[in-house]
């Protein structure tokens, strides 16, 4: 079967930045399923992946913007501390906010007495990414594949996709 809309696809993968390092790996660990076409996985990679089949291995390299996109500056903001739930704030933490798309993540810049810098821009944003991907496994989605998957509640959150 060919990986296509609607079928569960399982890979082995490991992704490299530009300089070749090392930046996720499914090495010694459980492959990645996900449903192609879900919107799940970044298009570069599902592009890449359209027409394949089991068996089949592949070097991708996904510019940003079919990646996790372009670094946009104005996601980098100086927020006042007191907006902040805990006192102790460091360089590199992660905050959940609210923003009109949703939940998003922000990593913390810079700090000083009155603000605290963020970046609301995927740690990937802007980056070229290398796959080096073996497909183990192509099947027709089930109902429940395709079922979305809140996470909040037991009998979603086995969901993988």
Do not use: W
Request: aromatic share 4%; charged share 20%; glycine share 10%.
């Amino acid at each position: 079967m060919q990986i296509g809309s609607e079928t569960v696809v399982t890979i082995h993968y490991t992704l490299t930045d530009e300089k070749g390092v090392v930046l996720d790996s499914s090495a010694g660990e459980e492959p990645l399923s996900f449903v192609h076409g879900a919107g799940t996985m970044i298009p570069g990679l599902e592009k890449a992946l359209l027409g394949r089949s089991a068996g089949d291995a592949l070097k991708v390299s996904v510019a940003p913007a079919d990646g996790y996109g372009l670094r946009d500056e104005d996601l980098v903001q100086k927020v006042p501390r007191k907006n902040f739930p805990v006192e102790d704030v460091q360089v590199g933490m992660h905050f959940q906010t609210r923003s009109p798309s949703g939940p998003r993540i922000v990593t913390v810049l810079a700090t000083d007495d009155e603000n605290i810098t963020v970046d609301a821009n995927h740690p990937l944003a802007g980056a070229t990414l290398n796959f080096d991907v073996q497909v183990l496994e192509v099947r027709a989605a089930t109902p429940d594949d395709l079922a979305p998957s809140c996470g909040a509640c037991e009998s979603c959150s086995g969901h993988h996709h």
